[in-house]
């Protein structure tokens, strides 16, 4: 069965001086910057969130990697800021999905607990037909 998910949002306020900022080795004029989050993405969170960034048209010109606590941009500089709220739309989306995985859950949760609920009753009713079936 699934498990409820946790939201994970961009950490705020972010302390400007540990933001990690390095140079992309792959991509000459490219920028790694790490963002903190306000927790440790589940694998949930993580499926979600990609489905999120891959179903983006804005993808094309930058890579975001959730690792451990932070999400990883790697881009230009062209239009940060764009990109940072692009980057905030996106996180705030999956958690719309995480909502949406944890009603489903729940309401598969309550379908199987209906189900066991049945199950007894069912089992109830043979045992009784059962006793009068051998008592007479």
Known sequence: MAEFAKKINIKHPINLDHVDIRNDPFRP?????????????????????????WSSLDFWDRKVLAVGDQLKLVTTLNN???????????????????DEHNRNVEAEKEAK??????EM????????????????
Do not use: H, M
Request: glycine letters at 8%; aromatic letters at 10%.
């Open 80 to 98: 940060l800021q764009e990109k940072l709220k692009w980057l905030e739309r996106i996180v705030l989306a999956t958690n719309r999905r995480v």
């Open 113 to 118: 607990e209906l189900g066991l609920g049945d």
């Open 29 to 53: 004029g490219a920028y790694v910057i790490s963002l903190p989050l306000d927790g440790y993405p589940s694998y949930d969170w993580q499926t979600l969130f990609d489905l999120e960034l």
């Open 121 to 136: 009753a069912i089992r109830s009713e043979l045992s009784k037909w059962l006793v009068r079936r051998t008592t007479g």
